[in-house]
């Protein structure tokens, strides 16, 4: 019996890319609220929606949830956040 070794590294050539630039206000803007699927994070957004709306006047929230934490996002998440101004992603315990 032979014995095949496996690399569970992600060998993919990475290409860096700018960051998207600055908001330069939250007023009128619809902002993207991703909760990953970890426990408490939809605690964190609910209270973070709340601020967001009541101190910099943010108009819409769009709340998004992965089906789990340990895989990318499926399209139909994605689908639903796109044309966001921006997108906070929840990352809790």
Not at 16 to 26: I, V
């Amino acid at each position: 019996m032979s014995i095949r070794l496996v690399n569970p590294l992600n060998e993919t050539a990475t290409h860096a890319a700018p960051a998207a630039p600055r908001l330069a206000t939250l007023e009128g803007k619809t902002i993207a609220l991703l909760d990953i699927s970890k426990p408490g994070g939809s605690i964190f957004l609910d209270r973070l929606e709340r601020r967001l709306k009541e101190r910099y006047g943010v108009a819409v929230v769009i709340r998004a949830m992965k089906p789990t934490f340990a895989k990318p996002a499926p399209a139909g998440v994605i689908e639903k956040i796109r044309g966001a101004d921006a997108v906070i992603e929840a990352l809790a315990d």
